[in-house]
Antibody
Framework: EVQLVQSGAEVKKPGESLRISCKGS????????ISWVRQMPGKGLEWMGR????????NYSPSFQGHVTISADKSISTAYLQWSSLKASDTAMYYC??????????????????WGQGTTVTVSS | DIQMTQSPSSLSASVGDRVTITCRAS??????LNWYQQKPGKAPKLLIY???SLQSGVPSRFSGSGSGTDFTLTISSLQPEDFATYYC????????FGPGTKVDIK
């Protein structure tokens, strides 16, 4: 079974650092990009950024560039999302998702076909 | 950045109704448009990719259309399990989600 399994819920204080994880199984981890998506309480989905696990190349949304770091360890099929100094506004559910490629060449389409179960991050003093 | 809008932001419908949700991009994105369904407390689920292609395992009552800047998601006959929030997403230039449309029971 293809799945992404995320690490458990976190409760942190402002200013603390954090790394959450997303472990892929049932498929070739290096063949698919992984995206991270934020959902603040009661709000919509926001794309944060993505990583190619084969070479750790990353893209970030301008809204999140410089605020988070996305990384991956292909030897253990795991992607990470990390913060160096959390803020209360980072309180949210965070999802990782696999990017499936449909078609080939320059006209390929990408969609997020497999999602992790989500990791709740609560930042409060 | 490409911005996405959706209308309506919410709607009330009955089982068996035909439901249409509209998504608009701030610039032409060809057919680089996906649709997702999200139920409370659950991760999103991909329904439609490339504007009109049905993801494997998704019921045929879901369909998508459009190209350029204007797109629609149609549910031909609303079922009880379809009450959820629906998001469009452009994949033309990285990704951007629309704000969502909540479909609830009339």
């Amino acid at each position: 079974e293809v799945q992404l399994v995320q690490s458990g819920a976190e409760v942190k204080k402002p200013g603390e650092s954090l790394r959450i994880s997303c472990k892929g199984s049932g498929y070739s981890f290096t063949s698919y990009w992984i995206s991270w998506v934020r959902q603040m309480p009661g709000k919509g989905l926001e794309w944060m950024g993505r990583i190619d696990p084969s070479d750790s190349y990353t893209n970030y949304s301008p809204s999140f560039q410089g605020h988070v770091t996305i990384s991956a360890d292909k030897s253990i099929s795991t992607a990470y999302l990390q913060w160096s100094s959390l803020k209360a506004s980072d309180t949210a559910m965070y999802y990782c998702a696999r990017e499936a490629r449909y078609g080939s060449g320059s006209s390929s389409h990408y969609g997020m076909d497999v999602w992790g179960q989500g990791t709740t991050v609560t930042v409060s003093s | 950045d490409i911005q996405m809008t959706q209308s309506p932001s919410s709607l009330s419908a009955s089982v068996g109704d035909r439901v249409t949700i509209t998504c608009r991009a701030s610039q032409s994105i060809s057919s680089y448009l996906n649709w997702y369904q999200q139920k409370p407390g659950k991760a999103p689920k991909l329904l439609i990719y490339a504007a009109s292609s049905l993801q494997s395992g998704v019921p045929s009552r879901f369909s998508g259309s459009g190209s350029g800047t204007d797109f629609t998601l149609t549910i031909s006959s609303l079922q009880p399990e379809d009450f959820a929030t629906y998001y469009c997403q452009q994949s033309y230039s990285t990704f951007t989600f629309g704000p969502g449309t909540k479909v609830d029971i009339k």
